[in-house]
């Protein structure tokens, strides 16, 4: 029995050696780090002048990164600032979670019934360019002050992307791809469970990754009108008593949470479409 011949280094696809992988990764977090210490640097750089050097305006009004820290540090000591977090995150999540089940949900059926989507558009469109935040009292006074307000406000408002996107995704699925599962002999399920859905699947991400954005755009207004905790009412108390550092933390771990999820949700995109990168190599 011959022994198999090793291929050659160039002759296999960039894509798929470990080392060029591993060295993409890195180069690509690198590039993140670098970007992040940048902004720190031009913060500190712009706080710092304008206390020491040019003063154009009160230096309390832009504390510096390493005062936003301290203060980060005393409300995790007193415990303020966990509790804060479980607060929005709590709202956030179910909220969001509602909204993507309902707008995944109505979406592929909009997407793929054509009667449903002559009733149900016309009705998605006259309501989508309302801001959210005009229904923000409505809510209150339907639905109390309490939790519900605040998460179905969270999940009226992420509702609208998720939606429209999953929408988009399935009416721009390739004919050709339809055609040529048909032409196999794939049943309608088959066409949409192989077919439509893969497919569309990009869109429905992006969608999700625009409503968990949106998602505390709005949990910030609610916890300003009413809310004894959260993120959005630690910015505002401390708007109340003027510590500039407590509202910019609340800023600054809104901005960091948010991050975080973002690469959840494009590590989750990457493994459900990895049927992708693999046609890419």
Do not use: C
Not at 117 to 141: G, N, Q, S, T, Y
Not at 191 to 204: E, K, M, Q, S
Request: charged content about 15%; hydrophobic content about 60%.
């Amino acid at each position: 029995m011959s022994e198999a011949i090793p291929l050659p280094a160039a002759a296999i696809p960039a894509a798929r050696r470990p080392s060029t992988r591993w060295r993409a990764a890195f180069a690509n977090g690198g590039m993140r780090v670098l970007a992040i210490l940048l902004f720190l640097a031009i913060w500190t750089a712009v706080s710092l002048g304008n206390a020491y050097v040019w003063k154009f305006f009160n230096p309390i009004l832009l504390p510096s990164p390493l005062a936003v820290l301290k203060a980060g540090i005393d409300l995790a000591e007193s415990g303020e600032l966990q509790r804060d977090i479980f607060a929005s995150l709590s709202r956030v999540l179910q909220g969001f979670a509602i909204a993507a089940i309902a707008g995944v949900a109505v979406g592929l059926a909009v997407g793929t019934w054509r009667p449903l989507e002559k009733l149900v558009e016309p009705m998605i469109e006259l309501l989508r360019p309302i801001p959210p935040l005009a229904f923000l009292p409505m809510m209150v006074l339907w639905f109390g002050i309490g939790e519900t307000s605040k998460i179905v406000f969270i999940a009226y408002a992420a509702f609208f992307p998720v939606f429209t996107t999953t929408v988009e995704g399935i009416k721009h699925v390739d004919p050709v791809l339809l055609r040529a599962a048909a032409s196999l002999g794939a049943t309608r399920t088959e066409l949409f469970r192989y077919v439509v859905l893969p497919a569309a699947l990009p869109g429905i991400i992006t969608g999700l990754r625009l409503g968990f954005g949106l998602s505390f755009f709005v949990i910030v207004a609610a916890e300003f009108i009413a809310a004894d905790s959260g993120l959005g009412y630690l910015i505002n108390d401390a708007r109340t008593f003027f510590m500039v550092s407590n509202m910019l933390l609340g800023a600054v771990v809104i901005g960091l949470i948010g991050f975080l999820f973002n690469i959840l949700l494009r590590a989750a995109e990457n493994w459900l479409l990895r049927w992708r990168q693999t046609g890419r190599s």
